[in-house]
């Protein structure tokens, strides 16, 4: 049986001496993974602003007066444009964000399912966040090629009605199970630095860590406190609390990849490296995350020099999915993509797959 963490096991690591705590997340990182490899992720929002929900970080909340620029739906051709950039920029995995309060079975949805099939055809690794899903909605997903999918628990589930009151935890505890019964791998973490405390921080590890199968990837945001927001005054958090909780994260989840992601703007780049030493094996790189600003991609690069690392290449961590969700791309009159041949099936025979993972491995050398 899985072991099961407790509230006091996983404060108990926390609360290490920070040497100690390290020493332990780095020696774990090192048996399950190669330190150093990290993965290069980019975000795109493909919808952006105007969401219904009250999410008191999010500058995409409708009711909340900040200072985004609102975009309707991407077009496939610009998703497809988007996409080519991040893997140009070294990126193995795209993550498509809409600020949506849940997926809705519409014509945007299809478009979507168009996009996810494009991107994985550029073989990289596709994520989706979405807001809630169905399980059928997650197995339209998973047939066009999906990859992943990020569901943040945010925080403890105490602390969760302090910041959201528009949806309950178990909304968010149903979509991951949704997609992981589709075979997704499941994306979710959450933020720090919403005025929680250290029992909260730990208490959403341990209901992340107690998931199974643990999710695949665990996302550890610093708050962007974006004026306009109700939690534009929340102070910065202390680098050190983001340490504690990426080396906390990689012990009790010892095979996920860890991201390092939301307030990477406001991290010396030595601080950034006590992440990595801890544990932290990828990054959102490009000059946006959604809506807030990025580190530019060219430091990020320069410090992998220095530190040694490497960006990681897509699907080593899981087989390509294949993409079987009966759309072919062509393009139309207007130059954006459009799909036919509903029954068509795109299938890779399993020597070819092999082979394509074979020669990724090579690249990535
Ligand atoms: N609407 C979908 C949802 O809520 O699941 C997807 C998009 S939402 C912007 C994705 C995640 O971004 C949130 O769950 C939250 O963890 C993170 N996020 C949003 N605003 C943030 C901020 N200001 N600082 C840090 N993380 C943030
Ligand atoms: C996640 O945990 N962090 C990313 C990704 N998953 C979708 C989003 C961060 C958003 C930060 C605020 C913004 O740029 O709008
Ligand atoms: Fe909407 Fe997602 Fe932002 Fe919440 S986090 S307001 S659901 S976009």
Known sequence: MDKKWTLDSVLEIYNKPLMELIYEAATTHRLNHNP????????????????????GYCPQAARYH?????????????????????????????CMGAAWRNIQNNEEFDQVLEMVETVNGLDMEVCCTLGMMTEEQAKRLADAGLYA????????????????????????????????KAG??????????????????????????????QPKSVPINALVAVEGTPLEEQKPVPIWDMVRMVATTRIVMPEAVVRLSAGRTDMTDEG???????????????????TTPNPD??????LFDVLGLKPKAPFEDGDQPVSNSGYKECMSTKGNVKWSRPDHKIE??????????VARKELSK
């Not at 950034?272 to 094996?281: K, P």
């Not at 025979?349 to 394509?356: G, I, M």
Request: net charge negative; hydrophobic share 30%.
């Open 272 to 290: 950034q490296s006590l992440c990595f030493m801890a544990g932290a094996s990828s990054i959102f790189a490009g000059d946006k995350l959604l």
């Open 36 to 55: 150093l490899e990290v993965q290069i992720s980019t975000l795109l929002s493909i919808k952006t602003g105007g969401c219904p929900e009250d999410c």
């Open 149 to 180: 999918y990020n569901h943040n628990l945010d925080s403890s589930e105490d602390h969760y009605k302090e910041i959201i009151s528009t949806r309950e935890y178990d909304d968010r505890i149903k979509t991951i199970e949704n997609a992981s």
């Open 66 to 94: 900040t200072d985004i620029e609102k975009n309707d739906l991407m077009s496939v051709s610009q998703v497809k444009a988007q996409a080519l950039r991040a893997k140009s920029n070294g990126s193995s995995r795209l």
């Open 348 to 357: 890779r025979n399993e020597e070819a797959k092999s082979k394509a993972k």
């Open 184 to 213: 997704i791998s499941v994306c979710s973490g959450g933020i720090i630095g919403m005025g929680e405390t250290d029992g909260d921080r730990c208490s959403m590890l341990v209901t992340l860590a107690n998931m199974s199968p």
């Open 297 to 302: 991609v060219k430091n990020d690069m320069k």
